[in-house]
């Protein structure tokens, strides 16, 4: 377990005065079906995008609220790291980008039948959003529309 010691001064008195969201009640669906049978989508708060997309804007005040698809025929390796926050450390994950797009696992979880399917993209956004209101807002329906319209039954929240 990490230490707030561990963070630079000025990150500290960040955390101290940021006015932290409470979503009450947390929305929340059971699901009707055997995990067997369910198809499953990635969520992943990392930041990554693929060759070729545009990166997460890092001016836009607040954070960068926009996503990107993520194909699910992608190489791991081939995820572009391109969080903000400079509060972890990112060699983990750029080492291996499963840590916070478990893609491979999924791909296992299917192959032995513990999934039904695994949706032919998933989503990536931006972790670190200190003014959430658009992304709960405008984000996050916009994503949960386009997973409702790929049949998707299960979105793994991946938050880094």
């Known amino acids: 377990m990490g230490s ?10 960040f955390l101290k005065a940021y006015r932290w969201r409470r979503i009450d009640p947390v929305p929340w669906t059971a699901l009707d079906a055997s995990l067997s049978q369910c198809r499953l989508a990635l969520v992943s708060s990392a930041g990554f995008v693929v060759p ?3 990166p997460f804007d890092d001016a836009v005040r607040g954070g960068d609220v926009s996503f990107r698809d993520i194909p699910s025929a992608i190489d791991v390796r081939d995820l572009i790291d391109t969080h903000r926050s400079q509060s972890f450390d ?6 291996d ?9 999924v ?9 039904g399917s695994v949706n032919h993209r998933h989503l990536s956004f931006m972790g670190s959003i200190t003014a959430p209101g658009r992304l709960v807002r405008d ?4 994503m949960a529309r386009q997973l409702r319209a790929d049949g998707v039954d299960v979105a793994l929240l991946v938050p880094v």
């Open 107 to 115: 791909r296992e979880l299917a192959q032995r039948g513990r999934i």
């Open 52 to 54: 070729g997309q545009l």
């Open 97 to 105: 980008p499963n840590l916070a797009f478990p893609i491979d696992r």
């Open 90 to 95: 990112h060699s983990g994950v750029r080492q």
């Open 139 to 142: 984000t996050g329906p916009a």
């Open 4 to 13: 707030m010691d561990e963070f630079s001064l000025a990150l500290r008195l």
